[in-house]
């Protein structure tokens, strides 16, 4: 009986204690694991954030097209480096090239009816002095020949009109650089000044162009020093080395309207956002594209003086 | 056998009104009851039903507090004794047989036993040695550990007994002790009370109706509404029909 | 004299059996239905325990975790500028339909999480791999709605079989195609159906491009910074909301989300009211059986205590036997009814249904309780004995 009694003790004992035991085990505190990769992480105080967004340093040029017309020849691919004046693509110039034949066919008959009106005014103006010749006859052979001169001049003017015109056909680069976006295949249609079929960039240096919230603004000031974290980067290199060190460049005068960094196609426009420019050399152990997104945090307690 | 009377009185009760209720209800029990008893002597209180042997014996025993008159037991003054006192007083000076034994079911014979020891504030091991001898005196040496309601009535009231005189009480209260037993066990107790408890300084008190045992009686009281009619001390002058 | 009272106690294995009975069925059915109770309202603040990060941060006017107000994207970035903020990362919530391939629409929870760390991805995957979800149109769906969510087809036997989804079944969500990469373990929610994780910035595609889409932001202090303080100042910095994750729901801390949404579902829902009664009936029913059983022990031994108080036992140590007895009565009652509450609670832990959460103060008030109803008990039985006549154990 007393062991029985003891067995009873124990049994509550054992299970008041395996309830406690439960009680700690329906946690209280949230456990929280940490990112399956590191994000960039602040070590310091005074640092404000932004989003970057990669791009050329001599800013993309979005090339367009001055006149509309179908795509005739795309001259260039992308990554490739073109010079100042390099054909980039080429429009339709048929009409305008068949419009050449008769133009020049044109100035071919003007010149041989010149010929002939010059030829006759030399002539009759020989013959001035023996008085087979009226002088209001003569003078109308030289005003023919006179015209038939200028007829030639207009037609050799409309030549070289169209050959201006065949010649703005082609989109040649106005600068030194690499080809970043073609986004215009042979035989598409380009409006003037509509679309930018080609980007071109001098991608030798990059900048980062921040995106900083209005209400950050005030904290924001020239010559602050800068690092910056590419998006997709973390995990693969610590979060340390992965760092980039951005050297100020500019800050924007103008606050503009937040354009969507994150992707999302329907993002619309509900914040101003401060730019601000930071230049970066290119780090030799990984690539970086224009166009790739940075976390950037600026940090406002290293207020370096502009040069 | 019967000439203690001139010993010291040891309970002593004078002019004492018990009545409970009030109004209608009102039941006098005691009526100014005057009665002794004697150390060394076992006195009987015998009576009818309702005649108020039950309430003198509570108020010997100090478990009712009558309305008017003394109760002296031993040399103390019960009456105007707060319930702390009494309670103190019944502890060192009382040993109680019950007519239906009241031994705790649930506890062994021995545990029964040690009770009022323990009440006293005896160690359990005292109180161990102390309960085992007294068993092994009312002759129930083996069954220390069995249950009470394993044994026969006359081994309960034996058990109680044993309880009753463990600790060696000067006053003795048996109330009814043969009410619930055979002719012949209740002879047996009775002897055994006698045997057990006869000591010059003790005093027995037993209330019953059952004429049989009165000859274990060194005096009887006989009662009657209330109070003390006449004491006798053999049994055979009283009338027992009307009992 | 306890040695006694404990005897007197255990000595009836019947009326013993029937008294620790009552109190461990009380105690069983306290402790049994407060914790299903609290493990269904815990399934409120889900989000907060399956979106792991010590900080939330959200929009001043959001009252609790199921509520999602958008932020602007930049809100980010400002929070990223506060100091003593080790990162932040975006996170986005919200209510959508799925549509399954046999054309049922089920209600889900999308999840978008940065896709650049995967903070706030959930911790155990069962199937799959986390970085999948970089893959177009890839989601992760819990084990739950993997269930919910799967096929339905008639066994060999003719009976219903849920054939749950796997790695690369597909779904619909707004007519975008959701591509499985993954099962994820995690708790159920209470309300918005299964968790359906994906990055955060499809997520604005499966919305179809809703204006907003930055539900919450998930921070982490530096090391060594307080997170209450800093939420306090990501607020004074920022004019948005910040949370503690914690989910200790009895803290005197407005700062902890799940703790608000606790609150806010028991102040703003019938749930708490519906359920509550359930509860407090088991609560009133346990109270009843266990005191009367109590009660009756006390009745019982009445008599026995009149015998021992005539017998001379001051009321000093009569009620401290019943205490005695009452007190081991109750705590071994105690100990068997949650041994046996927190037996069913593994068990239901194990099957994840229903919901069960023992939380301490649940263990300590039904040993309040049941130690409260065995001193009532115990009380009622001293004021019995104490009015009880010592002359009534002369009358047989």
Not at chain 2, 185 to 208: F, H, K, N, W, Y
Request: charged share 20%; glycine share 8%.
């Amino acid at each position: 009986m007393f062991q029985k009694r003891y067995l009873l003790v124990a049994l509550a004992i054992a299970g008041a204690a395996a309830a406690l035991q439960l009680t700690r085990g329906t946690a209280t505190e949230t456990p929280t694991n940490p990112p399956a990769y590191p994000p960039a992480t602040r070590d310091k105080d005074g640092l404000i954030a932004a989003a970057g967004l990669v791009e050329a340093v001599a800013e993309n040029t979005l090339l367009g097209s001055p006149t509309s017309g179908t795509v005739l020849k795309v001259h260039v691919k992308v990554w490739d480096q073109v010079k100042a004046g390099d054909a980039i693509i080429t429009l339709d110039d048929r009409d305008l090239t068949a419009q050449l034949q008769v133009q020049l066919a044109s100035v071919t008959a003007a010149e041989a009816t010149a010929e002939r009106a010059e030829d006759a005014a030399q002539r009759w103006t020989g013959l001035k002095d023996s008085g087979a010749v009226s002088a209001g006859d003569l003078l109308g052979y030289q005003v023919a020949a006179k015209e038939a001169r200028a007829r030639v001049a207009l037609a050799k003017a409309q030549v070289a009109q169209t050959k201006v015109m065949l010649d703005r056909l082609v989109v040649r680069s106005p600068i030194d650089a690499t080809v970043l976006q073609v986004s215009v295949r042979v035989g598409e249609f380009v409006a003037a000044g509509l679309k930018a079929p080609v980007v071109l960039g001098d991608i030798s240096r990059l900048q980062i162009r921040c995106d900083l919230d209005e209400q950050l603004a005030p904290r924001m000031s020239a010559g602050l020093s800068a690092k910056g974290y590419l998006k997709g980067e973390s995990g693969r290199v610590g979060s340390e080395s992965r760092a980039i060190p951005l050297k100020f460049v500019r800050i924007e005068p103008y606050v503009i309207p937040k354009v969507s960094l994150t992707g999302g196609s329907a993002e619309r426009v509900d914040t101003r956002v401060l730019q601000v420019i930071y230049q970066f050399d290119r780090p030799s152990d990984r690539p970086i594209f224009v166009g790739q997104q940075m976390d950037i945090y600026i940090d406002t307690t290293s207020n370096v003086p502009r040069k | 056998m019967s000439t203690h009377a001139a010993q010291p009185v040891a309970v002593r009760t004078h002019g004492v009104d018990m009545f409970f209720g009030d109004g209608e209800t009102k039941v006098n029990a005691l009526k100014q009851a005057d009665f002794e008893a004697n150390r060394g002597e076992l006195i009987m209180l015998v009576g009818p039903s309702g005649c108020g042997k039950t309430t003198l014996l509570s108020v010997i025993a100090g478990t009712l507090t009558p309305q008017t008159g003394t109760v002296e037991v031993f040399g103390q003054r019960l009456d105007g004794l707060s319930q702390e006192e009494l309670t103190t007083f019944r502890r060192k000076h009382l040993g109680f047989v019950f007519q239906s034994f009241n031994l705790i079911p649930t506890l062994s014979v021995l545990e029964n036993v040690m009770v009022p020891l323990l009440i006293q504030g005896a160690s359990h091991d005292v109180a161990v040695a102390k309960a085992r001898a007294m068993l092994e005196k009312v002759g129930l040496k083996g069954r220390e550990y069995g249950q009470p309601n394993a044994l026969s009535g006359g081994q309960q009231q034996r058990v109680a007994i044993a309880r009753a005189l463990v600790h060696e009480p000067s006053l003795l209260i048996c109330d009814e002790p043969t009410s619930a037993l055979d002719k012949d066990t209740g002879a047996q107790i009775m002897q055994m009370v006698r045997d057990l408890s006869r000591s010059p300084e003790r005093c027995v008190v037993v209330v019953t109706h059952d004429h049989r045992i009165f000859r274990f009686a060194d005096r009887i009281a006989e009662m009657e509404d209330g109070r003390i009619r006449r004491v006798v001390e053999d049994a055979s002058l009283l009338d027992t029909n009307h009992l | 004299m306890y040695r006694l009272a404990l005897n007197m106690l255990f000595g009836d294995r019947a009326k013993l059996a029937m008294l620790l009975c009552g109190l461990a069925f009380s105690a069983l059915l306290m402790a049994q239905q407060t914790s299903v109770f609290f493990g269904i309202m815990s399934w409120t603040y889900t989000p907060v325990y399956n979106i792991r990060a010590p900080i939330w941060v959200s929009d001043p006017m959001v009252e609790q975790a199921n509520d999602a107000k958008p932020m602007r994207d930049t809100d980010l970035y400002r929070v990223r500028s506060v100091d003593g903020v080790a990162w932040a990362a975006p996170l986005h919530t919200s209510f959508l339909q799925a549509r399954m391939q046999d054309g049922n629409f089920k209600l889900i929870t999308m999840v978008g999480i940065d896709a650049d760390t995967f903070a706030g991805a959930p911790a155990v995957l069962s199937q799959g791999h986390i970085e999948d979800l970089r893959l177009p149109n890839t989601v992760i769906v819990d084990e739950w709605g993997a269930q919910l969510m799967g096929r339905v087809t008639k066994g060999a036997d003719g009976k219903e079989v849920v054939i749950p989804l796997k790695v690369g079944d597909t779904f619909e969500v707004n007519d975008l195609e959701a591509r499985i990469v993954g099962i994820c373990k995690v708790r159920r929610a209470f309300t918005g159906g299964p968790f359906v994780y994906t990055t955060y910035d499809r997520t604005k595609q499966y919305t179809l491009g809703a204006r907003r889409t930055l539900s919450f932001m998930l921070v982490e202090p530096q090391a060594g910074v307080d997170p209450v303080k800093l939420c306090a100042r990501i607020e004074a910095d920022t004019g948005l909301k910040a949370w503690t994750s914690d989910t200790v729901i009895w803290s005197w801390s407005d700062r902890s989300l799940a703790r608000n949404t606790f609150w806010w579902f028991w102040k703003n829902t019938g749930i708490p009211f519906s359920f509550g009664t359930a509860v407090a009936l088991g609560l009133f029913v346990g109270i009843a059986v266990s005191g009367q059983t109590f009660y009756s022990f006390v009745l019982e031994n009445l008599k026995y205590f009149a015998a021992i108080k005539a017998m001379g036992a001051g009321m000093g140590v009569i009620a401290r036997m019943l205490l005695v007895q009452a007190f081991t009565a109750g705590l071994l009652g105690f100990g068997l009814g949650v041994g046996m509450a927190q037996a069913i609670g593994r068990a239901m832990i194990e099957k994840g249904m229903p919901p069960f959460i023992m939380f301490p103060q649940i263990f300590w008030a039904t040993l309040a309780l049941v130690l409260g109803i065995s001193l009532v008990s115990a009380i009622i039985g001293i004021i019995k004995v104490s009015r009880v006549d010592a002359a009534t154990v002369f009358r047989g």
